[in-house]
């Protein structure tokens, strides 16, 4: 089967109908944050090379675009750090000349502090960085980064980035309990929030199982109260209805099929719409394609699981 860079669209909390684009392989990235849900960092670099050519991504974006494909954005993230793929940069600009779709960036803002890192995103609509500690401690608990990039090094690339990039910056908060979620914690975030000077705060915690036990959620009310403490900009996007319905266990099912009866979607696609990992959704997805809920429909090399309909 062809790999596939190009999965969706899928609904995302930040980013209505997203149509995502993977950049690097999992899972390349220069940090390995204790609540990543894609698990444990497999390469931690800050080596950027081409590890997916952009054309080869590029030409699964216009099959897409050429399927007539309805998305809010072209969500360039994936599985790992996608700025660590040295061609984002020509990728997006040619994105852009094939479609009025808005580009957003989903990234870690590790390399931020590297001008051509930055000048690769000018072109883009939209970047989501993540800040998630706000000394070097906090960095090295949660985000556990390359030994070569230093907390200072991370959140003054940010700063620049604000002053250079003429686009929206919607900044990530990873709110975690017991590491910093409190309210002394609160008032550092707030400084450094308003030096980089993001259009949006989007706090969040825990939600799908994280690569660390010990990554735990933050209640929704101490949510609420430490977004407050950060100001106008902030807002919750954490679904902690769906949490709660996937603790017991009976509801992936249900989200699962709410989703195939939609669309017909491949693994990838399911993996980012439930923000599961792919081995999790295999033990759901078995069970009913033998009872036949859920059929596989091949088209070209690619599989897509859909729901059968009644006949
Ligand atoms: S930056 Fe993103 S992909 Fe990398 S370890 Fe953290 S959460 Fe996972």
Redesign the pocket.
């Known amino acids: 089967m062809a790999e596939r860079f190009v999965y969706g669209p899928v609904p995302s909390r930040r980013l209505g109908l997203s149509l995502g684009v993977d950049l690097v392989p999992y899972?390349v990235?220069?940090?390995?944050?204790i609540?990543?849900?894609?698990g444990v960092?497999k390469q931690k670099t800050i080596e950027r090379k081409p590890y997916i050519p952009a054309e080869r991504i590029l030409d699964q974006v216009c099959e897409k675009l050429k399927e007539g494909v309805r998305a809010d954005y072209i969500t360039v993230a994936g599985?790992?750090?996608p700025t660590l793929n040295s061609q984002i940069g020509s990728l997006i600009h040619k994105i852009k000349k094939h479609t009025e779709i808005p580009v957003a960036v989903l990234t870690?803002g590790s390399l931020l502090g590297n001008s051509q890192v930055r000048e690769s995103l000018m072109a883009a609509d939209v970047v989501l960085p993540?800040l998630d500690a706000y000394d070097q401690t906090g960095f090295e608990t949660i985000?556990r980064p390359h030994p070569d990039i230093s907390f200072e090094a991370m959140v003054e690339g940010l700063i620049t980035f604000r002053k250079e990039y003429p686009g929206d910056i919607w900044l990530e908060v990873f709110i975690l309990e017991g590491i910093n979620a409190t309210e002394m914690a609160a008032t550092q975030f707030k400084r450094w929030i308003e030096r980089v000077n993001p259009q949006k705060v989007h706090l969040n915690t825990v939600v799908r199982p994280p690569?660390e036990k010990h990554a735990r959620q933050v209640s929704a009310q101490e949510m609420a109260g430490f977004c407050k403490a950060l100001g106008d900009k902030a807002e919750v996007i954490t679904p902690f209805e769906d949490h709660k319905r996937h603790e017991k266990g009976g509801d992936i099912e249900k989200d699962l099929l709410n989703l195939l009866a939609r669309r017909p979607c491949t693994l990838d696609d399911i993996s980012y719409g439930l923000s599961l990992h792919k081995d999790e959704i295999l033990e759901y997805i078995d069970p009913l394609v033998k009872n036949h809920t859920i059929e596989i429909v091949k088209k070209g090399s690619v599989h897509y699981y859909q729901h059968r309909k009644p006949k």
Request: charged share 15%; with cysteine.
């Open positions: 899972k990235c220069s940090y390995d944050c609540y990543c849900q894609l960092t599985s790992g750090e870690n993540s985000n690569a």
